[in-house]
């Protein structure tokens, strides 16, 4: 069974950073790029960053280009997402995901004053 579980959120102010992780069992880890989407208040589903299989090759939305920087140990099975110059308008649910159709349950993140 293909498990996909994030950690990490929090409620963090303007400016702060956050570090989530997503640890992945059920299927060869190596084999497969791991995405993050995050859920927000205003703009729905959005695709946040994907990242290789092997980790060389990352790729970012606009709107987190150079604030966020994704990641992954392969010998944990494990992918990260580290956040930093956060803004209000990052606040949502992040997930990370195995293609189109595994999801993770998801880990709030919420950035408050």
């Known amino acids: 069974e293909v498990q996909l579980v994030e950690s990490g959120g929090g409620l963090v102010q303007p400016g702060g950073s956050l570090a989530l992780s997503c640890a992945a069992s059920?299927?060869?880890?190596?084999?497969?790029?791991i995405n993050w989407v995050r859920q927000t208040p205003g703009k729905g589903l959005e695709w946040v960053s994907t990242?290789?299989?092997?980790?060389?090759?990352?790729y970012y939305a606009e709107a987190v280009k150079g604030r966020f920087t994704t990641s992954r140990d392969n010998a944990k099975n494990i992918a990260y997402l580290q956040m930093n110059s956060l803004k209000p308008e990052d606040t949502g649910l992040y997930y990370c995901t195995r293609g189109i159709l595994d999801w993770g349950q998801g880990t709030q993140v919420t950035v408050s004053s």
């Open positions: 990242i290789t299989s092997g980790g060389s090759i990352t």
């Open positions: 059920g299927f060869t880890f190596t084999e497969y790029y």
